[in-house]
């Protein structure tokens, strides 16, 4: 009633504090008739230094504080009652008591209490332990994509250059294999080849005398259920950059179902073009159509006497046995429209093993991982429906037989910038943000991917490498969001590491005979100046 009374009056216009104690009392009435409580709160804050850097330490505080928008006193002549109140488990009711006598408590609301609560916790990720992680202020942190149990389990990767993508994603294929996971990594750079050879895994690389065969059509399970890849696939060979017209995609599908009853697992691309080379499908009423023979000719180049005969002329050999497999794309990236076509059809194969070992009763998590994703799809024809479409499914299969599809690129800008890599983006649940520049996240803030207030901004843009020590990572997902450190030990490291000098130094041990371990082990050894 008094703070009613003085609001009103005249002194209120001389006296600007005596609005704000009718709104604070105002409020607290609000909360009494919701059912709320008003405590009495002791709110200290003590500083533990030398003495040589009390006076910096306390500025420093004193302007942490004010930066939030309250202003901190010395405590100077009740340090004794002061000390301990804030010590653990000393402020009793007793103490609180004598200090409300002496009126160094206020009252609050009950919500007010609990913000200014000095109760700081970090996510601690969930619940099962294939990735472990630390929080910046050390709370242990574990994760496992298997455990978002509202969605999918696929992720993408955003790092720059330096922030520590490689390690992450070597981290995440090295821990999913430990606990028995497939792992698959379409990679560009050799950023897995060193883990590929700790892991005993299989590399293959598309050498100039590779003997490698990625038929699509040797894996065919179920013809009708795989028309959703392998129409979109072939569509690509016939034109990696401009759209085909609809009559077209249409012959494609129907040329493929009626050259697969002809040959089963033994068609190929060859066997194709000799049925468009007729102009004639009798299933679409369509006859001596230029627009089919001009199929043929798109595909010549993948037929028996084309450019990329080695690659598509006969069965398909990779063997998916091995449960850690790398593929290095680097040699293809020579030939574009080659590239784009491979990994397609690789996002089929390997999506198709998934279904096929699930059906042979194996049901271990299984991830498919490609580092610099907009590269690996492709840069000829940027907005693509079709690839788009392909990345979609390879998303869907991936989920429905139990894998992880798990795509990495450096920029946030790069998942906008086409219609395929957007679907991959909007098909992952986790999303692992390293350290990135602003634009990105201002990008990703207005597409509405992540969402962002001012607080969570400066958050973002706090990210951090500290190289040889840890990487920053902020996790978003379903089951929840912070952000995690990732520190490795120094074996580890070098492993997982993808700087020239690494590398060169490991090479250069590994062509003397010493195994991965071993030439790792010789290298830090000499780094730390410790004799062999």
Known sequence: VR??????????????????????????????????????LYHQLAIFTRPS????????????????????????????????????????????????????????????AIHLAPVIGEWRGTATPTLILAGRRGQLMTLDLYDNDQGNFNGAIIGTPGSGKSVWMNEIAWSYRATNAQVRLLDLGRSFEKLCSKANGQFIEFGPHSPINVNPFTVVDDIDRDMAMLTPVIAKMASLSAPLEEVQYKAINAGILRVWRA????????????????????????????????????????????????????????????????????????APDLHAVVNMILLYQITQDMYLSRERGDHRKKLLMIDELMQQLGEIGADDPVKARVVEEAARRARKYGGSLITATQAADDYYSSKQMETAFQFADWVFLLRQKKESLELLDRSGRIVMDDAKKRLLTSLRTEPGVYSEIYIYSPMGEGIARLILDPHTLLLFSNRHEDNQAIDQRRARGLSIDQAIDEVLRERSGKPS
Request: hydrophobic share 40%; glycine share 4%; with cysteine.
């Open 3 to 40: 703070a009613t009374q003085n609001a009103k009056s005249k002194m209120a216009e001389v006296m600007p504090d005596v609005p704000k104690k009718l709104d604070d009392w105002k409020a607290a009435a609000d909360t009494l008739d919701q059912g709320g409580q008003i405590v009495s």
């Open 53 to 112: 850097e009390a006076t910096t330490a306390e500025e420093n505080a004193k302007v942490i504080w004010r930066g939030r928008g309250f202003e901190l006193n010395n405590d100077t002549y009740m340090h004794r009652q002061a000390l301990m109140a804030c010590l653990p488990m000393t402020l009793s009711e007793k103490l609180h008591n004598d200090m409300r006598r002496m009126r160094r408590v206020s009252r609050k609301t009950v919500a007010n």
């Open 263 to 334: 040959h089963g697992k033994d068609m190929t691309i060859t066997a194709l073009r000799d049925l468009f080379k007729t102009g004639t499908l009798e299933d679409l009423e369509i006859h001596n159509d230029v627009r089919i023979k001009d199929l043929a000719i798109m595909l010549e180049p993948y037929t028996r006497n084309g450019q990329y005969a080695r690659f598509f002329d006969g069965r398909a050999n990779i063997d998916f046995s091995n449960d850690f497999m790398v593929i290095e794309n680097e040699e293809l990236k020579r």
